[in-house]
């Protein structure tokens, strides 16, 4: 629930951004660094779009994952943590490249570009967070069936793997 909360943080402050570079605010709230020489900078557009607006998308993204995982039926399963670990790292290298382009090529911060690259970050540690706990609880489960299965005295006939084959593919009769 706390990464879809960070997300959400993340379609403002993104939003904010694509606001202010589609031209229906005025000038940006910044209280540190040069927001509007970034913005207005070349590299405030990538194909065609406003950075922003590709960082909404992203944080609808991760939004719509993260509310995704939090569903019953889907609530410990590893493909979508690991999804949430895939997306996130994508997005914390956007931010590191931009950041990047900030201090190095356009020589001004953006406030609002730093809280969202943090917002991003933090992101990535939820969902490497998540995906540790989802592992955990797999292995868990999977160590619980298998004491189950000892317990019932599931596989005391089954001498090899080549048998436990022969078994499931119901070719018991088989040439050896």
Known sequence: MLAALVALAGVFVSSYLTLYKLGY???LACAVGSCETVQT????????LPVGAWGIAYYVGVLAIALYGLRGMVADSLR???LLVAVTATGVLFSAWLTYLELFVIHAICMWCVISAILAAILFALALVDMGEVTAINIELAE????????????KLVRNTEEVSIRALG???APR
């Not at 900078?41 to 065609?48: M, N």
């Not at 619980?144 to 317990?151: C, D, G, N, S, T």
């Open 25 to 27: 605010i005025g000038t």
């Open 41 to 48: 900078s070349r590299w405030a557009t990538l194909f065609g």
């Open 80 to 82: 979508v943590s690991q």
């Open 144 to 155: 619980e069936a298998a004491e189950r299965l000892k317990v019932d005295g599931y596989g």
């Open 171 to 173: 070719i018991e009769d």
